[in-house]
């Protein structure tokens, strides 16, 4: 099992550039998040899908970000256009049997310049 | 809604001692406890859980408390070794977890030689 792969490792972008995350899941997981962690706030949740679906994503920052889940195997979270504030690691976690059970990746560390 | 909170963001022992990191959270609904250990460069990996019905639970050579009546949560570590040195989360759910995981900022766990 390859665990939950996020891609790319590092990304350093522009400010004003779009910059598009990408997760995949441990498959037969149904269950996906999206985490933000900084100094200043920690673990923050972005959104999280269920069964491909979006269930909450109250923890969006801005209309900036914005997140899809086409198929069970796949996900993106896009900034667009990206701000030096967005700078942090970005997790995906999935896991079979949420709220329990999560398994992270390795993030996505983000920096816009 | 829920905070959690560690008590101290940085914790230095020697190896071989034990280690003994805290969290508390606020909402007495909470009813599932997690412990993550976040390695540099790495995703939060899951170390042990407790539910609230339970008090005490043990792992190897890690220990969860659950205190519900001051909701506060422990992590003890046996014989601290230096691949334990990470920086490790506390992480609760409230209610079945309609709003997933919330994390505490963290404690780094510094290994003394």
């Known amino acids: 099992d390859a665990g939950v792969i996020q891609s790319p490792r590092h990304e350093v972008t522009e400010m004003g550039q779009e910059v598009t995350l990408r997760c995949k899941p441990i498959?037969?997981?149904?269950?996906l998040f999206w985490y933000r962690q900084t100094m200043m706030r920690g673990l923050e949740l972005l959104i999280y899908?269920?069964?491909?679906?979006?269930?909450?994503d109250s923890g969006m920052p801005e209309d900036r970000f914005s997140a899809k889940m086409p198929n069970a195997s796949f996900s993106t979270l896009k900034i667009q256009p990206s701000e030096p504030r967005d700078s942090a690691v970005y997790f995906c976690?999935?896991?079979?049997?949420?709220?329990?059970?999560?398994?992270f990746g390795s993030g996505t560390r983000l920096t816009v310049v | 809604g829920e905070s959690v909170g560690l008590h101290l963001p940085t914790l230095s022992v020697q190896e071989g001692d034990n280690s003994i990191i805290n969290c508390a959270y606020s909402?007495?609904?909470?009813?599932?406890f997690i412990w993550y250990k976040q390695e540099s460069g790495k995703g939060p990996q899951f170390i042990i859980d407790?539910?609230?019905?339970?008090d005490k639970r043990q792992g190897q050579r890690v220990t969860v408390l659950l205190n519900k009546t001051v909701k506060h949560l422990s992590l003890q570590i046996a014989a601290t070794q230096p691949g334990d040195s990470a920086v490790y989360f506390c992480?609760?759910?409230?209610?079945?977890?309609?709003?997933?995981?919330?994390f505490g900022k963290g404690t780094h766990l510094i290994i003394q030689p």
């Open positions: 498959s037969g997981h149904n269950s």
């Open positions: 909402n007495s609904a909470s009813d599932y």
């Open positions: 899908f269920n069964n491909n679906v979006p269930i909450d």
């Open positions: 407790i539910r609230s019905n339970m």
């Open positions: 976690a999935s896991s079979s049997r949420a709220p329990y059970g999560y398994t």
């Open positions: 992480a609760v759910i409230v209610g079945g977890g309609a709003d997933g995981l919330t």
